[in-house]
C-alpha cells in the first residue's frame, strides 16, 4: 500500500544506515527449502465466493472536466439469515473535500499540508431507486458512525419502506456524477492519466450482526462484499484502458469516444485507469489453474524499466504459488504511473496493481520489484483472504509485509533484497525491523486502523512490527511451520472475511502450540522486547591468597559470573551464549519470566564473552547492541563503528546539499 511505498522510497537516502546495520548485526540463516506446493481446491466450474452482490455499472469520463457520469444497478442478496431494511453505502470521493475527516486527518499528521483547489474530488448520488420501492433519493442521509465529523460526507444510508427478507434480493439504480481529484492519494487524475479507484456508491458489509461501514480514513482502506462486477467505460479514442476483471467488449462510436466492457467474477472491488501514454507490455505466468496473462501499462520513460516488474511479477507469482495456492484469475494488470501521479503508485485492487518507479531509478535499488510484489500480495491477503482493513488492517498490511520479506529473500537475497548498490546492502526483513524501532509500543496490531496515535505509528505498527512479529515467531514454531499455517489459512479462508482469532487460532493448530502467552504481548498488547548482558566477570579462585601462583593458561581455575537483564517488559525465552578463552562454548536457555539472571562457572579459562541470542532469531528485541559483553573492550570494533558513522554522515551531508 502506499506507506509502504513511501517508506521503501526513503531508503534511497538511509542506504548507508541500512548497510551499517546490515554489516553489524548478521542475518541468522534461514532454511531454503520450501513446503510442498499448496493443493488447489479451486474450481472454476462454480463460483469461488458467495456472490452477495452483483454491479453493472455505465460510466462516461470527460477528459477535460475530468468528470464522470454513471448509472449503477445493484443487486444486493440477503444472505444475513435476517430481514434488512437499512441499507448504507461509501460515497469514497467525497473524502477529498477540506473538512472531510480524511484531510483533516492528512492535516494532522502533516501540519505543512497546503489545500489546493485541484485536489478536491466529490461524488453526488442524483437518483437513487430501489425496484418495486420506489424513488428514493429524498431519503438518503448522510452519517459519520466514526467521529461524527458532520462534514464528512463518505457514507450515506437509505431506510427501504419494506425490508429486504432472509434470502431474498434488493436491487438498487442509482446514478451518480463525480469530479476526480488531481492525484493526491489513491486516485485521480494527472494530465492524460487517470486512475479511478473508490469511485462509485458501494453498500457496506453485513459483519458480525451488523452493517459495517465506515468513513474514509487517511490511514484506512477498504472492506467490502464479493460479487460480480459488469462495467462499460465510455472515453475519449486514443486511451489505453486497464482494469478489474477481463475485457470482454470494444466498440467505437461516431462522436470519437470509444466504449469498453469489462466483467470481473468473485472479487470485492473494481477499479480502472486510462492514459495516452500508455505502452504496453505483456507477458503470461504458467499458473497452477492454468495461464495468467501479465498486462504492464507503462510510462513511455520508464520503459527500460519494464523487465524489472515482469521478473518480479512472475517470480512472487510463482512462489504463492507453490507456498499457499495459486492464483485463481485470468489476468493481472500492473499500472506505472505517471511522474506527479506517484500518490497513485502503490496500490492494490483485485487484479490491477499500481507500482511506481522513475527514469533515474538504479537496478540496486529495489523499489519497482519490491512495491509490485507487495501489491500482488494483496491480491491474497485481502484481495482473496478479504479482511476487514479498517478494523483489522495487520491481517493484510502485515501480513503481506511478512511474505514479502520472505519472497524478496528468496529473489534476490536475505541481505540484498532492497539494496545492492555501490557496494552497500539492505535486506528487506531488517528494514522492517528498524521501521517498527521507531514507535515499539503506541498502539497493539489489533486497534483499529483510524485509531492509531498517529500515521506514522500507525505504519510502523501495522506493517512493519507485524512482520517483525511473525519473524520472531519463526524462533518458536519454525519458519516452514509459519509458512503452512498461511497456507492453512490462506486455504481455509480465501474468499471470506475472517477475523483476527481465525488467523491465531489457525497458527495455533498448526504449530500444536498453545501460542496465548506470545500473542497477548506481541498482538494485543504494548509490551517492548529488550535484553541485555549487563555482567561479565572472571575471578581467579584463589583471589585471596597473598601471594598466589604464576596465572597459567589451562591449569589457574576462575569462577566467571554472568548475569543477564530483561529491560522492556515482553517476556521471551532466549538462550545465552557463553565463550571461554580455552576455546569452549557453553549455551543456557533463561525463560525471561524473572528481571535477572545468573550463571556461574569454575572452569581453568576465562570467561571472554556472552551473547544473548547468538542465532539473532528474536527480531523483536529493540536494542541488539546491548545483547552481547565481551570481557575486554574491542578497540578493532570501536574504530569500525567510528568508520562507519563518518561514513553515514558525509552520504547523508552529500545527498542534503544535492536536495538543496
Not at 459483519?207 to 459495517?212: L, T
Request: glycine share 8%; proline share 6%.
Amino acid at each position: 500500500m502506499q506507506r509502504r511505498l513511501r517508506a521503501v522510497l526513503s531508503t534511497a537516502l538511509a542506504s548507508a544506515t541500512l548497510a551499517t546495520a546490515a554489516a553489524l548485526f548478521p542475518a541468522a540463516e534461514t532454511s531454503p527449502v520450501a513446503p510442498a506446493p499448496a493443493a488447489s481446491t479451486f474450481t472454476p466450474e462454480k463460483p469461488l465466493s458467495e456472490r452477495v452482490v452483483a454491479y453493472q455499472i455505465e460510466a462516461r469520463l470527460d477528459t477535460e472536466k475530468k468528470t464522470l457520469e454513471a448509472t449503477e444497478t445493484l443487486t444486493y442478496r440477503n444472505r444475513t439469515g435476517r430481514p434488512l431494511d437499512l441499507f448504507p453505502f461509501h460515497l469514497y470521493l467525497n473524502a477529498f473535500q477540506p473538512q472531510s475527516t480524511f484531510l483533516r486527518e492528512v492535516r494532522q499528521g502533516s501540519p505543512d499540508f497546503e489545500w489546493k483547489e485541484k485536489y478536491r474530488g466529490s461524488i453526488e448520488v442524483t437518483r437513487l431507486q430501489v425496484v418495486g420501492q420506489g424513488d428514493l433519493t429524498g431519503k438518503m442521509e448522510f452519517i459519520q458512525p466514526d467521529d461524527g465529523n458532520p462534514d464528512d460526507r463518505t457514507v450515506f444510508q437509505v431506510r427501504l419502506p419494506r425490508p429486504v427478507p432472509p434470502g431474498g434480493e434488493a436491487q438498487f439504480k442509482i446514478a451518480f456524477r463525480a469530479q476526480l481529484p488531481q492525484v493526491l492519494a489513491r486516485t485521480g487524475t494527472k494530465r492524460d492519466f487517470f486512475m479511478v479507484g473508490q469511485w462509485f456508491p458501494k453498500v457496506g458489509v453485513w459483519w458480525r450482526g451488523a452493517w459495517n461501514c465506515h468513513q474514509f480514513h487517511s490511514t484506512t482502506e477498504f472492506f467490502a462484499d464479493f460479487g460480480t462486477y459488469d462495467v462499460k467505460v465510455t472515453l475519449p479514442q486514443g486511451y489505453v484502458v486497464g482494469a478489474t476483471g477481463v475485457e470482454v467488449g470494444r466498440q467505437p462510436n461516431p462522436d470519437g469516444t470509444q466504449t469498453l466492457a469489462f466483467r470481473a467474477e468473485d472479487v470485492h472491488d473494481f477499479a480502472w485507469t486510462a492514459d495516452r501514454n500508455f505502452r504496453v507490455v505483456e507477458d503470461s505466468f504458467a499458473g497452477g489453474l492454468g495461464p495468467v496473462k501479465i498486462r504492464l501499462l507503462m510510462q513511455p520513460g520508464h520503459l527500460s524499466q519494464a523487465p524489472r516488474y515482469m521478473q518480479a511479477l512472475k517470480g512472487t507469482l510463482r512462489l504463492y504459488d507453490r507456498w499457499f495456492g495459486p492464483y485463481p484469475y485470468t489476468q493481472i494488470t500492473v499500472v506505472d504511473p505517471p511522474h506527479g501521479g506517484f500518490g497513485a503508485g502503490g496500490m492494490e485492487y483485485p487484479m490491477l496493481i499500481t507500482a511506481g518507479t522513475t527514469w533515474w531509478m538504479p537496478a540496486g535499488l529495489l523499489l519497482p520489484e519490491i512495491v509490485v510484489e507487495h501489491e500482488f500480495g494483496h491480491q491474497y491477503w485481502y484481495g482473496m483472504v478479504a479482511t476487514n482493513e479498517f478494523e483489522d488492517a495487520w491481517l493484510d498490511e502485515g501480513i503481506n509485509q511478512y511474505v514479502e520479506t520472505q519472497v524478496m529473500a528468496a529473489l534476490y537475497g536475505e541481505e540484498t533484497s532492497i539494496l545492492n548498490l555501490w557496494g552497500m546492502t539492505g535486506g528487506d526483513a531488517r528494514l522492517s525491523r528498524l521501521q517498527y524501532r521507531a514507535v515499539p509500543d503506541t498502539d497493539p496490531l489489533t486497534r483499529s486502523a483510524y485509531e492509531f496515535m498517529s500515521g506514522g505509528a500507525y505504519g510502523a505498527v501495522t506493517y512493519a512490527k507485524t512482520a517483525t512479529v511473525l519473524r520472531t515467531l519463526e524462533s518458536l514454531i519454525g519458519e516452514e511451520t509459519l509458512r503452512r499455517a498461511l497456507q492453512t489459512y490462506f486455504q481455509r479462508y480465501r474468499f471470506t472475511h475472517p477475523t483476527e482469532e481465525d488467523f491465531l487460532k489457525t497458527v495455533e493448530e498448526v504449530s500444536g502450540q498453545d501460542l496465548g502467552w506470545f500473542f497477548d504481548q506481541a498482538v494485543r498488547g504494548t509490551r517492548v522486547l529488550d535484553y541485555q548482558v549487563r555482567t561479565l566477570r572472571s575471578d581467579r579462585a584463589d583471589w585471596h591468597l597473598e601471594n598466589p601462583p604464576e596465572e597459567k593458561k589451562g591449569e589457574t581455575l576462575f569462577r566467571s559470573l554472568v548475569v543477564v537483564h530483561r529491560k522492556g517488559d515482553f517476556i521471551f525465552p532466549v538462550e545465552v551464549e557463553v565463550k571461554f578463552d580455552n576455546g569452549e562454548t557453553v549455551r543456557e536457555r533463561w525463560d525471561g519470566r524473572d528481571r535477572w539472571a545468573r550463571f556461574g562457572y569454575e572452569k581453568k579459562a576465562r570467561v571472554v564473552s556472552a551473547e544473548i541470542d547468538p542465532d539473532h532469531k528474536v527480531w523483536l528485541d529493540t536494542n541488539l547492541f546491548n545483547n552481547s559483553r565481551t570481557r575486554e573492550s574491542q578497540r578493532p570494533a570501536t574504530r569500525k563503528l567510528t568508520q562507519y558513522w563518518l561514513v553515514l554522515t558525509q552520504f547523508l551531508a552529500q545527498c542534503l546539499a544535492w536536495l538543496a
